[in-house]
């Protein structure tokens, strides 16, 4: 009998064996190769990554656009807020960094001095005003880099993981817009850290913070005004005491620090840059707002046009989410709002692009969904706008705007998708199935 157990047993270990090693069999190889390629896109993140902190330090803040960020910083730890906006005190301040050439070129003509963001951003920008010029620029490198983790994480947890972690620092770090970011200084990474996270709140149920977030845009109120519909239209209004929060806690602190005065100096400041976008060929060129694609086209018109055209925008992006079965936390809801969001800002130059990064992302989430037809159209849309500094980079901030073209292309493909899925009419009620 033992040796009868021992005949029938060892076969079947055997063929346990085999099965295992089964050349037929291309589980173990396919796990392999994907294993590869998550550890070239976390290798070639990480690489980014080492590459901009190591290099951090050849920055210097003597650009134009950290110059004058910095420079509201340095007023307000000074004790000076309420010269904020004296043209003459901003010049000293400057000066006592700079040589006279720089700080002439720091200098916004259209305004006749040199800030032109408003009191909320020199009191965030208080800690990097005590530092040097150098030194604070090198500090928003390491935090433009920590924002963009940041966002990857939230853009990734917001979709249950659809876009790895990895991919989208890889694919935020080689946006042109941000190696621009990083050599002006500017605070791009930051904003798009505030949209996301805020995005990644209110998909999961949590109203009030995603509003506590957005309002930290009281330091950029363009983007401020591109996400305030948001919460409307996707049926979390609870975000607005949130965001009224925080939004007006900043204004008021702005006030007691640096004057009641300093926001209607700021709103004049506010209708001279609107002029300069308007008529200045140079900044008119660098726009990558919608209404800068329209100019390009059809050259300059009213801007109660400009404004009904980001109407526009926002209340089709509405009706496509509320009559049909598209989630905004899912690819297509998330990239037709993300791009949106995009469309709907009213002013911005070509380092805000970075802006639209997760809206392509989003899109790229449901790609084995797509047909084929849709995937040729959105790689196209992908390559303009990834790839529009590659027609002439050293020109790239003066080029047409292919980048928002892309972005516009993007949200009407994502509008078409959502609509052939389900159509207007059939939303989530209507196609439930009987029990």
């Given amino acids: 009998m033992s040796l009868n157990r021992t005949c029938v047993d060892e076969p079947k270990k055997v063929v346990s064996v085999m099965k295992l090693a089964s050349p037929g069999d291309t589980s173990a190889s396919l796990a392999g190769a994907n294993s590869v390629r998550w550890l070239l896109i976390a290798g070639g993140a990480w690489a980014a990554l080492c590459f901009y902190m190591m290099t951090a330090h050849l920055t210097d803040g003597h650009t134009k656009d950290f110059g004058v960020q910095w420079m509201a910083g340095r007023i307000v730890a000074d004790g000076q807020g309420r010269r904020l906006y004296d043209p003459d005190y901003q010049e000293g301040v400057l000066r006592k960094q700079h040589d006279q050439p720089v700080v002439d070129k720091m200098q916004i003509k259209v305004i006749g001095g040199w800030l032109s963001y408003p009191p909320v951003q020199a009191i965030l920008y208080t800690p990097l005003g005590i530092l040097s010029p150098s030194a604070a620029q090198w500090w928003i490198v390491q935090l433009s880099l920590g924002a963009v983790i940041v966002t990857a ?80 239209v996707t049926k979390h209004p609870k975000a607005y005491w949130g965001l009224m929060t925080s939004g007006l ?22 209708r001279k840059i609107e002029t300069g976008y308007s008529l200045d060929p140079t900044w008119v060129w660098m726009r990558r707002d919608l209404v800068g694609l329209g100019q390009h086209i059809f050259g300059q018109f009213s801007p109660l046009v400009s404004w009904g055209v980001s109407g526009m925008v926002a ?55 797509h047909t084929r037809t849709a995937g040729i159209v959105l790689m196209i849309l992908a390559i303009g706008f990834f790839g529009a500094f590659a027609f002439d980079f050293g020109a790239w901030p003066l080029c047409w705007p292919l980048e928002t073209a892309s972005t516009l292309g993007l949200w009407l493909w994502s509008i078409a998708l959502i609509l052939m899925r389900a159509p207007v009419g059939q939303g989530p009620e209507a196609r439930k199935e009987p029990a």
């Avoid at 947890?157 to 989208?168: C, H, K, T």
């Avoid at 806690?249 to 506010?270: R, T, Y």
């Fill in 153 to 232: 994480l939230a853009l990734s947890r917001s979709i249950n993981g659809a876009v790895p972690a990895s991919v989208a620092i890889l694919t935020l770090l080689l946006q042109p817009a941000f190696f621009s970011n990083i050599a002006l200084g500017q605070n791009a990474a930051v904003t798009l850290a505030i949209i996301v996270v805020g995005w990644c709140l209110l998909v999961h149920g949590k109203d009030v913070s995603a509003g506590l977030v957005w309002g930290l845009l009281a330091f950029k109120p363009t983007w401020g005004l591109a996400i305030c519909w948001v919460p409307l």
């Fill in 249 to 270: 806690f900043l204004v008021m602190l702005s006030i007691v620090v640096c004057g009641g005065d300093a926001w209607g100096n700021w709103l004049e400041i506010a």
């Fill in 315 to 369: 209340l089709v992006t509405a009706v496509t989410l509320r009559k049909s079965s598209a989630s905004v936390s899912g690819g297509l809801g998330g990239s037709l709002l993300f791009s949106a969001i995009v469309l709907t800002c009213p002013k911005f130059i070509y380092y805000d692009v970075l802006m639209a990064t997760p809206a392509f992302l989003l899109a790229f989430s449901e790609w084995k969904t």
